[in-house]
């Protein structure tokens, strides 16, 4: 069984840093995509940033030149830096990867979410 944990979310005030991290553990063959969303409180869940097998990133206008994603594929790990926080950046933030476990092709696992509040 698959399984993807984040971590590294809090509190912080305007204008400050957060690094997010995933881990995913289980029987995993191979990842493909990864990616982080979020959704704030009565918001849809939106796309944050993605990262390919092949390192390449795409990023939501909103966080564009804030927050870099990042991934150790030895580790089955991914990163969000998260700088110049706003308070319209608070919600709950999701990891998910595509991955092909050692019984499945590749489906999409999703974290249970961290909270990441920005407020002073």
């Known amino acids: 069984q698959v399984q993807l944990v984040e971590s590294g979310g809090g509190l912080v005030q305007p204008g400050g840093s957060l690094r997010l991290s995933c881990v995913a553990s289980g029987r995993i063959f191979s990842i493909n995509d990864m990616g982080w969303y979020r959704q704030a409180p009565g918001k849809e869940r939106e796309l944050v940033a993605i990262i390919t097998s092949g390192g390449r990133t795409n990023y939501a206008d909103s966080v564009k030149g804030r927050f870099t994603i990042s991934r150790d594929n030895a580790k089955n790990k991914m990163y969000l830096q998260m700088d110049s926080l706003k308070p319209e950046d608070t919600a709950v933030y999701y990891c998910?990867?595509?991955?092909?476990?050692?019984?499945?092709?590749?489906?999409?696992?999703w974290g249970k979410g961290i909270l990441v509040t920005v407020s002073s």
């Open positions: 998910n990867y595509q991955i092909k476990s050692m019984t499945y092709d590749f489906l999409d696992y």
